[in-house]
């Protein structure tokens, strides 16, 4: 496919999404196929000969369509409201038609600055405790900071991870004979009995023992519960480092009590983090910020643009007070020498 051939397909694409949405109303939400359907359907292997492309698209609406699970129709009510908009799917073909893959700053010194004023944004727009930003309102430099994730899983990882490293190197001052292993081996973190299934994924993936806590009866992790826990765990040599807090659970959308948990996360030095996934894109309006009401006492807060926020999946937002620490963990002692650079080496575009 040439330019000239790209141009008139591709008008053929818009034409065919635009329809696709337009009568949407008139397929069905939920497919009605059986499982391996489709492998009944399409030849054991690849095609050694190019087909025309009025061939490919056939296939798809004959094929693959009756198999789609419609998240847009006005009659799926499933999961969340999953992000989508006409000018968000024109950013990603713009996006996609450059071909940058941002990793470092000299990679593609647009998408790192771009990515990082952009999450000052909308971290302002969510009206986020200031130290989660770059700059400070005088326009000072400041350690906090955001970045974008494919999802919050990976966001929630990332944060654990960067609590481990916190917690192992703090006992290992006060134990210098301790190796990093021992000290992986005290920590211990912590979610309400709520709490998506990647925070227990996380654990497993990061080596840290997880710990789910019981909730009151609106299903909210409370202060007086987190205390009980830590303070037993403690006594038993365990080292708490880290609570997942969520804002707006799978199971029922309930908000654990930051009010109450944050402060004893600061008088622990337990790392908090809070999952807003689902309900995150709300505190965007002024009338849904009381259920944040806290957040001044996490370390890194995340949520989903992709739900709500009529933005393409994979957009999860995620920022941190203090960047050194998330990039402490995830980088290498000595930088490869094709990713040295200046501007990453100052520390301001870091986080991706």
């Not at 005290?186 to 497993?204: D, I």
């Not at 303070?231 to 969520?246: I, N, R, S, Y």
């Not at 799978?250 to 109450?260: A, I, K, M, W």
């Not at 006492?297 to 739900?307: E, I, P, V």
Request: some cysteine.
């Amino acid at each position: 496919m040439d330019a000239e051939e790209f141009r008139r397909r591709g008008k053929e694409m818009i034409d065919a999404i635009a329809d696709y949405h337009k009568t949407i109303r008139n397929r069905r939400p939920l497919p009605d196929v059986e499982p391996g359907y489709l492998s009944k359907l399409l030849p054991d292997a690849a095609p050694q000969q190019a087909e025309k492309w009025e061939d490919v698209f056939k296939d798809i609406e004959r094929d693959i369509m009756p198999g789609v699970t419609h998240w847009q129709h006005p009659q799926f009510h499933a999961y969340y409201p999953v992000g989508f908009s006409y000018p968000s799917l024109l950013a990603e073909m713009l996006c996609q038609s450059l071909a940058c893959v941002g990793f470092t700053w000299i990679a593609s010194p647009a998408c790192t600055e771009l990515e990082t004023i952009v999450m000052d944004w909308l971290g302002k727009a969510l009206q986020l405790p200031e130290a989660f930003l770059t700059k400070d309102a005088s326009g000072k430099a400041q350690r906090g900071g955001g970045v974008i994730e494919g999802s919050a899983s990976e966001a929630l990882l990332v944060a654990l991870l960067a609590a481990r490293m916190k917690a192992v190197k703090k006992i290992q001052v006060e134990q210098p004979d301790m190796s990093e292993q021992q000290a992986m081996e005290k920590l211990v973190a912590y979610a309400s009995e709520y709490a998506h299934k990647s925070f227990s994924k996380a654990g497993l993936i990061a080596g840290v023992r997880t710990r789910m806590l019981p909730t009151d009866e609106e299903f909210s992790l409370r202060g007086c519960s987190l205390r009980k826990v830590i303070e037993e765990d403690a006594k038993a040599g365990l080292v708490p480092c880290f609570l997942c807090a969520t804002l707006g659970t799978t199971s029922f959308c309930s908000f654990d009590n930051l009010v109450e948990i944050g402060p004893i996360c600061d008088e622990f030095d337990v790392w908090l983090h809070i999952d807003a996934a689902y309900s995150g894109s709300a505190f965007v309006c002024p009338e849904f910020r009381h259920f944040a009401h806290g957040w001044e006492h996490a370390d890194s807060f995340n949520f989903n643009a992709h739900k709500w926020f009529l933005t393409h999946f994979d957009c999860s937002c995620m920022w941190v007070k203090d960047r050194t620490e998330l990039v402490a963990c995830l980088s290498p002692k000595a930088d490869a020498i094709y990713l040295k650079n200046d501007a990453s080496a100052s520390g301001l575009f870091r986080l991706n």
